[in-house]
Protein backbone atom coordinates (compact mmCIF):
# COMPACT_ATOMS: atom_id res chain seq x y z
CA UNK A 1 0.00 0.00 0.00
CA UNK A 2 3.05 2.54 0.43
CA UNK A 3 5.65 2.57 -2.31
CA UNK A 4 9.30 2.36 -1.09
CA UNK A 5 11.02 2.99 -3.87
CA UNK A 6 12.12 6.62 -4.37
CA UNK A 7 14.74 7.54 -7.14
CA UNK A 8 15.34 10.64 -5.85
CA UNK A 9 16.67 9.84 -2.26
CA UNK A 10 19.79 9.39 -2.54
CA UNK A 11 20.14 12.61 -4.63
CA UNK A 12 18.51 14.44 -1.88
CA UNK A 13 20.48 13.13 1.07
CA UNK A 14 23.51 13.72 -0.87
CA UNK A 15 22.73 17.48 -1.59
CA UNK A 16 21.59 17.75 1.83
CA UNK A 17 24.86 16.66 3.62
CA UNK A 18 23.19 13.53 5.00
CA UNK A 19 25.27 9.98 4.54
CA UNK A 20 23.51 7.94 1.67
CA UNK A 21 21.53 5.34 4.12
CA UNK A 22 18.28 4.93 4.60
CA UNK A 23 18.24 6.38 7.85
CA UNK A 24 16.05 10.09 7.32
CA UNK A 25 16.23 12.65 9.61
CA UNK A 26 12.45 11.84 9.39
CA UNK A 27 12.56 8.38 10.50
CA UNK A 28 9.45 6.67 9.85
CA UNK A 29 7.68 3.34 10.60
CA UNK A 30 4.91 1.97 8.39
CA UNK A 31 2.26 -0.57 9.81
CA UNK A 32 -0.93 -1.57 7.98
CA UNK A 33 -3.81 -3.46 9.18
CA UNK A 34 -7.16 -4.92 6.67
CA UNK A 35 -8.45 -1.27 7.57
CA UNK A 36 -5.60 1.14 7.81
CA UNK A 37 -2.24 2.01 7.12
CA UNK A 38 -0.24 4.06 10.35
CA UNK A 39 2.87 5.88 9.79
CA UNK A 40 4.75 7.22 12.58
CA UNK A 41 7.44 9.65 11.95
CA UNK A 42 10.26 10.57 15.02
CA UNK A 43 10.63 13.88 15.18
CA UNK A 44 12.52 14.76 18.28
CA UNK A 45 12.50 18.18 19.54
CA UNK A 46 10.48 19.47 16.89
CA UNK A 47 7.64 21.71 17.52
CA UNK A 48 4.18 20.64 16.05
CA UNK A 49 3.88 24.31 14.53
CA UNK A 50 7.13 23.25 12.65
CA UNK A 51 5.09 20.37 11.17
CA UNK A 52 3.35 20.99 7.56
CA UNK A 53 1.38 17.55 6.86
CA UNK A 54 0.04 17.68 3.08
CA UNK A 55 -1.42 15.14 0.40
CA UNK A 56 -2.01 15.66 -3.18
CA UNK A 57 -3.43 12.67 -5.06
CA UNK A 58 -1.16 10.26 -3.75
CA UNK A 59 1.66 11.90 -2.53
CA UNK A 60 2.10 12.66 1.14
CA UNK A 61 4.52 15.14 2.26
CA UNK A 62 5.89 15.87 5.62
CA UNK A 63 7.94 19.15 6.17
CA UNK A 64 9.53 20.00 9.82
CA UNK A 65 11.90 22.24 10.89
CA UNK A 66 14.26 22.57 13.91
CA UNK A 67 16.29 25.23 14.94
CA UNK A 68 19.12 25.35 17.52
CA UNK A 69 18.31 27.62 20.32
CA UNK A 70 21.67 29.60 21.22
CA UNK A 71 21.21 32.80 23.71
CA UNK A 72 23.73 35.35 23.33
CA UNK A 73 27.10 34.70 25.25
CA UNK A 74 26.21 31.28 24.58
CA UNK A 75 28.83 29.51 22.81
CA UNK A 76 28.22 26.09 20.79
CA UNK A 77 31.26 23.96 21.35
CA UNK A 78 29.51 20.40 20.15
CA UNK A 79 26.51 20.64 17.61
CA UNK A 80 25.13 17.15 16.41
CA UNK A 81 21.69 17.09 16.28
CA UNK A 82 20.24 18.13 12.87
CA UNK A 83 18.89 21.60 12.49
CA UNK A 84 17.59 22.48 9.61
CA UNK A 85 14.55 22.05 7.58
CA UNK A 86 13.48 18.26 6.72
CA UNK A 87 11.28 16.77 4.35
CA UNK A 88 9.91 13.72 3.16
CA UNK A 89 7.51 12.72 0.16
CA UNK A 90 5.88 9.35 0.09
CA UNK A 91 4.11 7.68 -2.84
CA UNK A 92 0.54 6.06 -2.16
CA UNK A 93 -0.95 3.38 -3.44
CA UNK A 94 -4.09 4.34 -4.97
CA UNK A 95 -5.89 1.84 -2.29
CA UNK A 96 -6.03 4.15 0.17
CA UNK A 97 -8.52 6.84 0.82
CA UNK A 98 -6.33 9.90 1.30
CA UNK A 99 -9.63 12.38 1.89
CA UNK A 100 -9.78 10.79 5.29
CA UNK A 101 -6.11 10.79 7.03
CA UNK A 102 -5.96 11.73 10.06
CA UNK A 103 -2.59 12.92 11.92
CA UNK A 104 -1.82 13.24 15.77
CA UNK A 105 1.54 14.73 17.10
CA UNK A 106 2.27 12.93 20.44
CA UNK A 107 5.63 13.54 22.47
CA UNK A 108 8.21 14.01 19.32
CA UNK A 109 5.86 11.43 17.27
CA UNK A 110 3.80 12.10 14.00
CA UNK A 111 1.02 9.35 13.77
CA UNK A 112 -0.71 9.79 10.09
CA UNK A 113 -3.56 7.14 9.84
CA UNK A 114 -4.84 6.50 6.33
CA UNK A 115 -7.68 3.88 6.08
CA UNK A 116 -8.19 1.93 3.14
CA UNK A 117 -10.63 2.70 0.86
CA UNK A 118 -13.45 0.02 0.58
CA UNK A 119 -12.71 -0.75 -3.31
CA UNK A 120 -9.58 -2.24 -1.50
CA UNK A 121 -10.39 -4.20 1.12
CA UNK A 122 -10.61 -8.01 0.75
CA UNK A 123 -14.33 -8.98 0.73
CA UNK A 124 -15.58 -12.82 0.66
CA UNK A 125 -17.35 -13.71 -3.04
CA UNK A 126 -20.01 -16.38 -2.87
CA UNK A 127 -19.42 -18.92 -5.21
CA UNK A 128 -22.79 -20.28 -6.70
CA UNK A 129 -23.14 -23.84 -7.17
CA UNK A 130 -26.04 -25.20 -9.84
CA UNK A 131 -28.80 -26.66 -8.56
CA UNK A 132 -29.87 -30.64 -8.69
CA UNK A 133 -32.93 -31.59 -9.97
CA UNK A 134 -35.30 -33.08 -7.15
CA UNK A 135 -35.69 -36.62 -8.02
CA UNK A 136 -39.08 -37.82 -6.85
CA UNK A 137 -39.93 -41.57 -5.70
CA UNK A 138 -42.35 -43.54 -7.67
Known amino acids: MLLRFDPFRELDHFANGYPTTNRSPLAMDVVRTDTEVRLSFDLPGIDPADVELTVERNRLT ?5 SRQVDEGEKVVVAERHVGSYARTLTL ?25 EVAKARRIEIATPVAPEVSAN
Open 62 to 66: VKASR
Open 93 to 117: SEGLDTDHVEARFDHGVLTVTIPVA
